[in-house]
Protein backbone atom coordinates (compact mmCIF):
# COMPACT_ATOMS: atom_id res chain seq x y z
CA UNK A 1 0.00 0.00 0.00
CA UNK A 2 1.07 3.75 -0.76
CA UNK A 3 2.53 6.04 2.01
CA UNK A 4 -0.49 8.28 0.40
CA UNK A 5 -3.46 5.73 1.34
CA UNK A 6 -4.67 5.43 4.22
CA UNK A 7 -8.12 3.95 5.49
CA UNK A 8 -10.87 5.50 6.95
CA UNK A 9 -14.03 4.31 8.06
CA UNK A 10 -16.87 6.63 6.11
CA UNK A 11 -20.82 6.74 6.89
CA UNK A 12 -22.48 7.47 4.00
CA UNK A 13 -26.06 7.09 5.01
CA UNK A 14 -27.61 6.02 7.96
CA UNK A 15 -27.00 2.70 8.84
CA UNK A 16 -24.83 2.22 5.60
CA UNK A 17 -20.82 2.56 6.59
CA UNK A 18 -17.87 0.96 4.49
CA UNK A 19 -13.87 0.73 4.79
CA UNK A 20 -12.22 2.95 2.28
CA UNK A 21 -8.38 3.40 1.04
CA UNK A 22 -7.99 6.75 0.50
CA UNK A 23 -6.14 9.26 -0.20
CA UNK A 24 -4.13 10.76 2.82
CA UNK A 25 -5.63 14.04 3.41
CA UNK A 26 -3.28 17.34 2.41
CA UNK A 27 -2.54 19.91 5.21
CA UNK A 28 -3.73 23.45 4.66
CA UNK A 29 -2.48 26.70 5.82
CA UNK A 30 -3.18 27.00 9.87
CA UNK A 31 -3.91 22.81 10.14
CA UNK A 32 -2.22 19.90 10.94
CA UNK A 33 -2.22 16.30 9.88
CA UNK A 34 -2.77 14.06 12.85
CA UNK A 35 -2.40 10.12 12.80
CA UNK A 36 -4.97 9.12 14.81
CA UNK A 37 -3.54 7.18 18.09
CA UNK A 38 -7.32 6.40 19.24
CA UNK A 39 -11.30 7.24 19.02
CA UNK A 40 -13.73 6.66 21.28
CA UNK A 41 -17.21 5.83 20.17
CA UNK A 42 -20.01 7.89 21.88
CA UNK A 43 -23.72 8.27 22.19
CA UNK A 44 -23.59 11.11 19.42
CA UNK A 45 -22.28 8.91 16.63
CA UNK A 46 -24.88 6.88 17.77
CA UNK A 47 -27.77 8.67 16.86
CA UNK A 48 -25.84 10.16 13.74
CA UNK A 49 -25.52 6.68 12.27
CA UNK A 50 -29.36 6.15 12.50
CA UNK A 51 -30.08 9.68 11.59
CA UNK A 52 -31.31 11.23 13.94
CA UNK A 53 -28.46 13.88 14.73
CA UNK A 54 -27.57 16.24 11.77
CA UNK A 55 -24.42 15.56 10.18
CA UNK A 56 -22.83 15.92 6.93
CA UNK A 57 -22.70 12.81 5.08
CA UNK A 58 -20.99 10.95 3.74
CA UNK A 59 -17.92 11.86 6.37
CA UNK A 60 -16.17 9.99 8.46
CA UNK A 61 -17.42 9.86 12.12
CA UNK A 62 -15.53 10.06 15.73
CA UNK A 63 -14.98 13.15 17.40
CA UNK A 64 -13.40 11.50 20.36
CA UNK A 65 -9.59 11.15 19.15
CA UNK A 66 -6.24 11.73 19.97
CA UNK A 67 -2.78 10.94 18.04
CA UNK A 68 0.65 12.68 16.80
CA UNK A 69 0.81 15.26 14.56
CA UNK A 70 2.72 14.35 11.46
CA UNK A 71 2.47 17.35 9.56
CA UNK A 72 2.32 21.03 9.70
CA UNK A 73 0.89 23.51 7.19
CA UNK A 74 2.16 26.67 6.89
CA UNK A 75 1.24 29.24 9.44
CA UNK A 76 1.42 27.01 12.46
CA UNK A 77 2.75 28.53 14.78
CA UNK A 78 2.62 26.03 18.51
CA UNK A 79 2.36 22.73 17.28
CA UNK A 80 4.71 20.68 15.71
CA UNK A 81 5.48 17.10 14.12
CA UNK A 82 5.94 14.55 17.03
CA UNK A 83 3.73 16.33 19.52
CA UNK A 84 0.95 14.15 21.09
CA UNK A 85 -2.27 15.94 20.97
CA UNK A 86 -6.11 15.73 21.89
CA UNK A 87 -8.59 17.49 19.91
CA UNK A 88 -11.99 19.60 20.55
CA UNK A 89 -13.56 18.86 17.02
CA UNK A 90 -15.98 22.37 17.20
CA UNK A 91 -15.06 24.81 15.45
CA UNK A 92 -16.37 27.95 15.76
CA UNK A 93 -17.20 30.78 13.29
CA UNK A 94 -15.72 34.21 16.18
CA UNK A 95 -18.33 36.38 14.70
CA UNK A 96 -22.14 35.52 15.81
CA UNK A 97 -23.46 36.49 18.78
CA UNK A 98 -22.78 33.57 20.91
CA UNK A 99 -19.12 33.83 19.83
CA UNK A 100 -18.52 37.47 20.45
CA UNK A 101 -20.84 37.10 24.01
CA UNK A 102 -18.27 34.33 24.94
CA UNK A 103 -19.98 30.80 24.51
CA UNK A 104 -18.27 30.15 21.29
CA UNK A 105 -19.88 26.22 22.02
CA UNK A 106 -23.46 28.05 21.16
CA UNK A 107 -21.76 29.35 17.62
CA UNK A 108 -24.99 29.51 14.88
CA UNK A 109 -22.38 28.20 12.55
CA UNK A 110 -20.74 25.57 14.47
CA UNK A 111 -19.02 22.72 12.33
CA UNK A 112 -17.49 20.04 14.30
CA UNK A 113 -14.74 16.85 13.15
CA UNK A 114 -16.49 13.91 12.84
CA UNK A 115 -20.06 15.31 12.09
CA UNK A 116 -19.28 17.97 9.32
CA UNK A 117 -15.72 17.32 8.40
CA UNK A 118 -13.81 14.11 8.78
CA UNK A 119 -13.01 12.86 12.04
CA UNK A 120 -11.21 10.15 14.36
CA UNK A 121 -12.67 6.70 12.50
CA UNK A 122 -9.64 7.50 9.99
CA UNK A 123 -5.96 7.10 9.94
CA UNK A 124 -5.25 10.25 9.29
CA UNK A 125 -6.94 13.76 10.17
CA UNK A 126 -6.92 17.53 9.46
CA UNK A 127 -7.32 19.33 12.26
CA UNK A 128 -7.26 22.99 12.82
CA UNK A 129 -4.41 24.25 14.65
CA UNK A 130 -6.72 26.11 16.94
CA UNK A 131 -8.36 22.98 17.82
CA UNK A 132 -5.16 21.15 19.52
CA UNK A 133 -4.49 20.10 23.46
CA UNK A 134 -0.93 18.68 23.60
CA UNK A 135 -0.55 16.07 26.15
CA UNK A 136 2.14 14.17 27.75
CA UNK A 137 3.40 11.06 24.87
CA UNK A 138 3.43 8.26 28.03
CA UNK A 139 -0.55 8.95 28.21
CA UNK A 140 -2.44 5.91 27.05
CA UNK A 141 -4.13 6.61 24.05
CA UNK A 142 -7.02 5.06 24.74
CA UNK A 143 -7.38 7.18 28.00
CA UNK A 144 -6.19 10.55 26.01
CA UNK A 145 -9.08 10.07 23.24
CA UNK A 146 -11.80 10.78 25.73
CA UNK A 147 -10.27 14.52 27.01
CA UNK A 148 -13.43 15.49 24.91
CA UNK A 149 -16.03 13.77 26.74
CA UNK A 150 -14.47 14.55 30.17
CA UNK A 151 -14.75 17.61 28.90
CA UNK A 152 -18.33 17.76 28.18
CA UNK A 153 -19.06 16.29 31.50
CA UNK A 154 -16.87 19.10 33.80
CA UNK A 155 -18.77 21.95 31.57
CA UNK A 156 -22.20 20.48 32.77
CA UNK A 157 -21.27 20.06 36.38
CA UNK A 158 -19.97 23.66 36.33
CA UNK A 159 -23.31 25.10 34.81
CA UNK A 160 -24.93 22.33 37.83
CA UNK A 161 -22.89 24.07 40.24
CA UNK A 162 -22.11 20.53 42.47
CA UNK A 163 -21.29 22.02 46.17
CA UNK A 164 -19.31 19.46 48.63
CA UNK A 165 -21.56 18.04 50.53
CA UNK A 166 -24.02 17.64 47.74
CA UNK A 167 -26.59 14.58 47.31
CA UNK A 168 -27.21 13.64 43.96
CA UNK A 169 -28.09 10.83 41.39
CA UNK A 170 -27.78 9.94 38.03
CA UNK A 171 -30.12 8.56 35.62
CA UNK A 172 -28.29 6.21 32.80
CA UNK A 173 -25.72 4.11 33.78
CA UNK A 174 -23.99 4.38 30.37
CA UNK A 175 -20.16 5.83 29.93
CA UNK A 176 -21.14 9.08 30.63
CA UNK A 177 -22.87 8.15 33.65
CA UNK A 178 -20.59 6.77 35.24
CA UNK A 179 -17.86 9.43 34.18
CA UNK A 180 -20.70 11.90 35.62
CA UNK A 181 -20.89 9.82 38.78
CA UNK A 182 -16.98 10.17 39.42
CA UNK A 183 -16.69 13.83 38.45
CA UNK A 184 -19.67 14.66 40.79
CA UNK A 185 -17.61 12.27 43.60
CA UNK A 186 -14.40 14.19 42.81
CA UNK A 187 -16.45 17.55 43.19
CA UNK A 188 -16.94 16.61 46.77
CA UNK A 189 -20.56 15.15 46.37
CA UNK A 190 -21.30 13.18 49.49
CA UNK A 191 -23.64 10.70 48.62
CA UNK A 192 -24.25 9.90 44.69
CA UNK A 193 -27.25 7.17 43.32
CA UNK A 194 -26.85 5.57 39.94
CA UNK A 195 -30.51 5.01 38.26
CA UNK A 196 -29.68 2.20 35.82
CA UNK A 197 -32.40 -0.82 34.81
CA UNK A 198 -29.52 -2.86 33.56
CA UNK A 199 -27.60 -5.21 35.83
CA UNK A 200 -23.90 -4.73 33.95
CA UNK A 201 -23.88 -1.25 34.48
CA UNK A 202 -25.09 -1.12 38.07
CA UNK A 203 -22.62 -3.89 38.72
CA UNK A 204 -19.56 -1.18 37.21
CA UNK A 205 -20.93 1.35 39.50
CA UNK A 206 -20.95 -0.48 42.74
CA UNK A 207 -17.33 -1.65 42.59
CA UNK A 208 -16.64 1.92 41.96
CA UNK A 209 -18.23 2.18 45.06
CA UNK A 210 -21.74 3.70 44.53
CA UNK A 211 -25.41 3.23 45.49
CA UNK A 212 -27.78 1.95 42.62
CA UNK A 213 -31.16 1.90 42.30
CA UNK A 214 -33.03 -0.66 39.66
CA UNK A 215 -36.00 1.58 38.47
CA UNK A 216 -37.95 -1.52 37.10
CA UNK A 217 -37.18 -4.05 39.97
CA UNK A 218 -36.30 -1.85 42.87
CA UNK A 219 -39.59 1.03 42.26
CA UNK A 220 -40.45 1.63 45.69
CA UNK A 221 -36.65 2.72 46.38
CA UNK A 222 -36.95 5.11 43.25
CA UNK A 223 -40.13 6.41 44.57
CA UNK A 224 -38.37 7.28 48.46
CA UNK A 225 -35.58 8.99 46.54
CA UNK A 226 -35.93 12.12 46.88
CA UNK A 227 -34.87 15.66 48.82
CA UNK A 228 -31.47 15.04 46.71
CA UNK A 229 -29.70 18.94 46.00
CA UNK A 230 -29.09 17.83 42.20
CA UNK A 231 -30.00 15.14 39.39
CA UNK A 232 -28.54 14.43 36.13
CA UNK A 233 -30.52 12.96 33.14
CA UNK A 234 -27.46 10.95 31.27
CA UNK A 235 -30.63 8.31 29.51
CA UNK A 236 -32.06 10.42 27.25
CA UNK A 237 -35.09 7.96 27.67
CA UNK A 238 -38.52 7.09 29.02
CA UNK A 239 -39.62 9.40 31.77
CA UNK A 240 -36.28 9.60 32.80
CA UNK A 241 -36.56 13.41 33.21
CA UNK A 242 -39.74 13.06 35.29
CA UNK A 243 -37.90 11.12 37.73
CA UNK A 244 -35.06 13.42 37.60
CA UNK A 245 -38.11 16.38 38.50
CA UNK A 246 -39.91 13.81 41.44
CA UNK A 247 -36.50 13.08 42.82
CA UNK A 248 -34.83 17.11 43.36
CA UNK A 249 -35.85 18.88 46.47
CA UNK A 250 -37.64 22.13 46.65
CA UNK A 251 -35.15 24.45 45.21
CA UNK A 252 -32.95 22.04 43.43
CA UNK A 253 -31.25 21.93 39.96
CA UNK A 254 -31.59 19.43 37.58
CA UNK A 255 -28.88 18.92 34.61
CA UNK A 256 -30.38 17.76 31.27
CA UNK A 257 -27.17 16.18 29.90
CA UNK A 258 -28.58 13.41 27.76
CA UNK A 259 -28.08 14.19 23.98
CA UNK A 260 -32.15 13.08 23.20
CA UNK A 261 -32.79 12.21 19.31
CA UNK A 262 -33.71 15.38 17.73
CA UNK A 263 -37.58 15.99 17.03
CA UNK A 264 -38.25 13.78 20.29
CA UNK A 265 -40.86 15.05 22.99
CA UNK A 266 -40.98 13.75 26.29
CA UNK A 267 -43.73 14.49 29.15
CA UNK A 268 -43.53 16.18 32.20
CA UNK A 269 -45.64 17.92 34.99
CA UNK A 270 -44.45 21.36 34.82
CA UNK A 271 -46.22 22.21 38.33
CA UNK A 272 -44.03 20.71 40.16
CA UNK A 273 -40.82 22.33 38.60
CA UNK A 274 -43.16 25.59 39.55
CA UNK A 275 -44.09 24.34 43.08
CA UNK A 276 -40.64 22.88 43.52
CA UNK A 277 -39.14 25.92 42.25
CA UNK A 278 -36.58 23.77 40.16
CA UNK A 279 -34.03 24.88 37.94
CA UNK A 280 -33.61 22.64 34.75
CA UNK A 281 -30.14 23.14 32.98
CA UNK A 282 -29.12 22.31 29.11
CA UNK A 283 -25.62 21.47 28.83
CA UNK A 284 -23.91 21.44 24.91
CA UNK A 285 -20.68 20.40 24.40
CA UNK A 286 -17.86 23.17 26.18
CA UNK A 287 -16.04 26.01 25.93
CA UNK A 288 -12.98 26.04 28.45
CA UNK A 289 -12.69 22.74 30.00
CA UNK A 290 -10.16 20.43 28.28
CA UNK A 291 -7.01 21.56 29.92
CA UNK A 292 -8.86 20.43 33.27
CA UNK A 293 -9.98 17.60 31.71
CA UNK A 294 -6.21 16.54 30.85
CA UNK A 295 -4.34 16.80 34.16
CA UNK A 296 -7.28 14.76 35.32
CA UNK A 297 -6.72 11.56 32.89
CA UNK A 298 -2.84 12.05 33.12
CA UNK A 299 -3.20 12.15 36.87
CA UNK A 300 -5.43 9.25 36.97
CA UNK A 301 -8.01 10.54 38.82
CA UNK A 302 -10.75 9.10 36.78
CA UNK A 303 -11.05 5.04 37.06
CA UNK A 304 -11.28 4.42 33.32
CA UNK A 305 -9.99 0.83 32.76
CA UNK A 306 -13.30 -0.79 34.34
CA UNK A 307 -15.87 1.79 32.00
CA UNK A 308 -13.74 1.78 28.47
CA UNK A 309 -13.33 -1.44 26.02
CA UNK A 310 -11.10 -1.20 23.03
CA UNK A 311 -12.63 -2.28 19.86
CA UNK A 312 -11.80 -2.53 16.35
CA UNK A 313 -12.71 -0.32 13.21
CA UNK A 314 -14.09 -3.49 12.09
CA UNK A 315 -16.36 -3.93 14.89
CA UNK A 316 -17.58 -0.56 15.10
CA UNK A 317 -21.08 -0.81 13.00
CA UNK A 318 -22.12 -3.44 15.43
CA UNK A 319 -21.11 -0.96 18.36
CA UNK A 320 -23.59 1.73 16.68
CA UNK A 321 -25.81 -1.20 15.91
CA UNK A 322 -26.70 -1.99 19.80
CA UNK A 323 -25.41 -5.56 19.01
CA UNK A 324 -22.45 -5.05 21.67
CA UNK A 325 -24.35 -3.41 24.46
CA UNK A 326 -24.38 -6.15 26.71
CA UNK A 327 -20.82 -5.96 27.27
CA UNK A 328 -19.40 -2.81 25.97
CA UNK A 329 -19.91 0.71 28.54
CA UNK A 330 -17.68 2.45 26.44
CA UNK A 331 -16.33 1.13 22.68
CA UNK A 332 -12.64 3.09 22.28
CA UNK A 333 -10.84 2.06 18.43
CA UNK A 334 -7.04 1.41 18.73
CA UNK A 335 -5.70 3.08 15.25
CA UNK A 336 -3.06 1.11 13.51
Known amino acids: MSNHISVSLVLKQPGDMEMRQVERP ?41 GFIEEVGIGVKQATVGDFVSVNPNIWCGRCSPCLEGNPHLCQSMHALGVDLNGGLSEYCIVPEQLLYKMSPETDPLKACLAEPVSCVLHGLDRLQVKAGY ?23 SEVYLIEPQEHKRQVAEKL ?44 DILLFAAYPQGKAVSIEPFEVFRKELRVIGSFTYPDTQVRAIRMIESGQFSLDPIISEITLEETADLLEGKLDHKVLKGVVRLP
Open 26 to 66: AVGEREVLVKVSACGICGTDRHIYHGTYPASLPVSIGHEFA
Open 167 to 189: RGAVFGGGFIGQLMLQAMRLQGA
Open 209 to 252: GFNTIDPVNEKQKLVELSELDVTVDCAGAGDVLMQCIRATKRGG
